[in-house]
């Protein structure tokens, strides 16, 4: 299938060298489970995620986008909260502040899709008011809730 003219990809800006540390240790102090590291090791780099972003590159240039991956999995797809609370389980998501409830990868996808992950970082936007607990840059969210508002 060609690469239409208004397409846009975006890849979560994964660290795999980071995701693939050595569990061998030293001599004195010899690591645990280190052939189940080892495989999952080998598991990651077999995947060849930095080469599929490459060739992608290639086939549609100018249109391919790297999203920073802090927050991506902890922010609500639906109404851009960000809690460490709403990831219930590895794969369960329920915002805590709008109550949306998902897959966490799924959320997760929504907000590479979209393009959002690190939170707002301009002055007075985002800073968390003492007495609620909550952001004081949210507007009133709509009743129907599930549907992201991009």
Known sequence: MP???YDLFRFENL???NMTPSARGTIEEPGKNVRQRA???RAILAQGWVLFRQRTEHKAP???E???APYISLRCSACGWIDENSR???AEFVCSSCGFTCNADA???TNVAVGRSSPRRSAGIGAVTRTTGR???REPQPSRVGIPLF
Request: aromatic share 0%; glycine share 8%.
């Open 15 to 17: 660290n795999i060298k």
């Open 107 to 109: 959320n997760a996808a």
């Open 135 to 137: 952001s004081s840059a």
């Open 62 to 64: 100018g249109r391919v």
């Open 39 to 41: 495989g999952l090791n």
């Open 3 to 5: 690469v239409r003219t």
């Open 88 to 90: 219930k389980s590895q």
């Open 66 to 68: 790297d999203v920073p």
